[in-house]
């Protein structure tokens, strides 16, 4: 049975990652329809108690061609919600995950990158994995759910809410 006690709980376990398209989507300073509806869905998500995170990997990312472009506007909204929402780091045990990942993907045939690529996708799965194996419950957001959804739970933004996370979680 359902009860408020156990979506308290899960609530408190769920971590949305936000992917690069995501905060692509969410720093842009121009007011495109794709753009503005990904930003009300971030903040309705909020709203709802979910807690969003964005990870260095796609930072970087963006970030990089942020820079290339010199669109300071989008660099300012990237500070801004990196200070908010916070950023997942990468570390010693994230990028021996994401070696693991990457070689799996490969040795199975389900690389998404090429061979001299780094890969982005394994170490946002990486750190994903990591988040769940320290009891969180981990959903990376994203627009390119059947590269990342081989590795870890995944799930295009537009289908995540409070209410979607619970029928998953509790198989509803």
Known sequence: MLTNTGIENYLQKLVIILDTGI???VTNPKSET???????????????????????????EIRRELIRAKKTNGLRRL???????????????TMQKAAELWAWARQTGQSTAHEESLDGDVILAAQAIILGLKGKSPIIATTNVKHIARYTPAL?????????C??????L
């Open 166 to 171: 619970i029928k998953k979680c509790f198989y």
């Open 156 to 164: 295009h933004w537009r289908d995540i809410s409070l209410e979607n």
């Open 34 to 60: 794709l753009s503005l509806e990904c930003k009300r869905w971030l903040a309705r998500i909020e709203l709802e108690g979910i807690r969003t995170v964005s990870s260095e990997i796609s930072d970087y």
């Open 79 to 93: 500070n801004d919600l990196r200070e908010e929402i916070g950023c997942l780091p990468i570390n010693r045990e």
């Open 23 to 25: 905060l692509g989507l």
